[in-house]
C-alpha cells in the first residue's frame, strides 16, 4: 500500500492551491492600481518581486501618488509589515532542524495566505515540512507576480480603477480567510477567538485616539495577538 505523505514538495503546491484565486484577483488588482498610480509595467513587476506584499504595494500606490517622500513611504511600509515578525515567530519553532540560510527563504516568502494555511496545517498535525514549505510559498510568489504583471497589462484600459472597487479587494480576502480559518474550529475555540477579535475593535478604538491609523493597527494586534498566546487552551 502506498503511503501519502503530507510533507512533500507537490503536496505543498495542491495545499496553496485553495488560497490561489485570492492571489490571483488581488495581483490582478493591484497591478491595474498601480498602473492608474503612473507606475510602469516593469516597476510594478519590481515591486511584486522585491516587497511582494499586498498590503505595503497598495500602501505604495496611495503614498506615490499623494507625493509622499521616499522615507516616509519605506517607514509606513515597514511598520505595516511588521506583522510578519510576528507569523515567522508562530512557525519559526518547527523548522528550527533546517539551516539558517534555509529559514531565512521560509520567512521572506510568508504572507497572510501562506500563514493561515501552515498554522492549519499545524492545529492538524502539529507538524511543518520544509519541502512543503518550499512548495506552498514558491506556488503563492510566482502566482503573485504573474498576476500583478498581468494586472498592469490589464490596467491600460481601465481608466479609473477604483470605480470597479478593486482597491477593496484586499481587505474583502483577509475576511474571507478569517471565514475560513474558523470554519473548522470547535465551539470553545470559536467564542475564544470571537472575543480576540471583539478586543481588537476595541483596542484599535481606544489606540486611534491617540496614534496614527497604521500604528494603532500595529499595536493593537500585538497587544491582542499577546493576549490571545496567554489565554490559548
Same mark, same amino acid.
Given at each position: 500500500?502506498?503511503?501519502?505523505? #503530507?510533507? &512533500?514538495?507537490?503536496q505543498g503546491?495542491r495545499?496553496?492551491?485553495?488560497?490561489?484565486?485570492g492571489y490571483?484577483?488581488?495581483?490582478?488588482?493591484?497591478?491595474?492600481? @498601480?498602473?492608474?498610480s503612473?507606475?510602469?509595467?516593469? *516597476?510594478?513587476?519590481?515591486? &511584486?518581486?522585491f +516587497?511582494?506584499?499586498?498590503?505595503?504595494?497598495?500602501? =505604495?500606490?496611495?503614498?506615490?501618488?499623494?507625493?509622499a517622500p521616499v522615507?516616509?513611504?519605506? $517607514?509606513?511600509?515597514? $511598520?505595516?509589515n511588521?506583522?510578519?515578525?510576528?507569523? &515567522?515567530?508562530?512557525?519559526?519553532?518547527?523548522? #528550527?532542524? %533546517?539551516?539558517?540560510?534555509?529559514?531565512?527563504? =521560509?520567512g521572506?516568502?510568508?504572507t497572510d495566505?501562506?500563514f493561515?494555511?501552515?498554522?492549519?496545517?499545524?492545529?492538524? *498535525?502539529?507538524?511543518?515540512?520544509g519541502?512543503w514549505m518550499?512548495?506552498l510559498?514558491?506556488t503563492a510568489?510566482?502566482?503573485?507576480i504573474?498576476?500583478? #504583471?498581468? @494586472? @498592469?497589462i490589464?490596467?491600460?484600459w481601465?481608466?479609473?480603477a477604483?470605480?470597479? @472597487?478593486?482597491?477593496f479587494?484586499?481587505?474583502?480576502?483577509?475576511?474571507?480567510?478569517l471565514?475560513?480559518?474558523?470554519?473548522?474550529?470547535?465551539? &470553545?475555540?470559536?467564542?475564544? %477567538?470571537?472575543?480576540? $477579535?471583539g478586543c +481588537?475593535?476595541?483596542?484599535?478604538?481606544?489606540?486611534s %485616539?491617540?496614534?496614527?491609523?497604521?500604528?494603532?493597527?500595529?499595536?493593537?494586534?500585538?497587544?491582542?495577538?499577546?493576549?490571545? +498566546?496567554? #489565554?490559548?487552551?
Amino acid at each position: 500500500m502506498k503511503t501519502v505523505t #503530507t510533507d &512533500s514538495f507537490s503536496q505543498g503546491i495542491r495545499d496553496c492551491i485553495p488560497t490561489l484565486l485570492g492571489y490571483i484577483s488581488i495581483g490582478l488588482a493591484f497591478g491595474v492600481i @498601480g498602473i492608474t498610480s503612473n507606475l510602469s509595467i516593469l *516597476e510594478i513587476f519590481l515591486l &511584486s518581486v522585491f +516587497v511582494y506584499a499586498g498590503s505595503a504595494q497598495f500602501i =505604495f500606490c496611495g503614498l506615490y501618488v499623494a507625493g509622499a517622500p521616499v522615507s516616509i513611504i519605506i $517607514i509606513t511600509t515597514f $511598520i505595516v509589515n511588521l506583522r510578519h515578525f510576528l507569523m &515567522s515567530l508562530t512557525v519559526a519553532p518547527h523548522l #528550527t532542524r %533546517y539551516s539558517s540560510l534555509r529559514n531565512i527563504g =521560509f520567512g521572506s516568502l510568508l504572507t497572510d495566505e501562506t500563514f493561515g494555511v501552515a498554522v492549519t496545517k499545524l492545529m492538524k *498535525e502539529n507538524h511543518l515540512g520544509g519541502r512543503w514549505m518550499d512548495g506552498l510559498n514558491l506556488t503563492a510568489y510566482l502566482s503573485w507576480i504573474a498576476a500583478c #504583471t498581468l @494586472g @498592469g497589462i490589464v490596467g491600460k484600459w481601465i481608466p479609473d480603477a477604483e470605480s470597479w @472597487g478593486l482597491d477593496f479587494a484586499l481587505v474583502a480576502m483577509f475576511v474571507a480567510l478569517l471565514v475560513l480559518n474558523l470554519v473548522d474550529v470547535g465551539k &470553545s475555540k470559536l467564542m475564544h %477567538y470571537l472575543k480576540l $477579535i471583539g478586543c +481588537v475593535a476595541v483596542c484599535m478604538y481606544i489606540l486611534s %485616539y491617540f496614534l496614527p491609523g497604521h500604528l494603532a493597527v500595529l499595536f493593537s494586534t500585538i497587544i491582542v495577538a499577546t493576549i490571545g +498566546v496567554v #489565554t490559548e487552551k
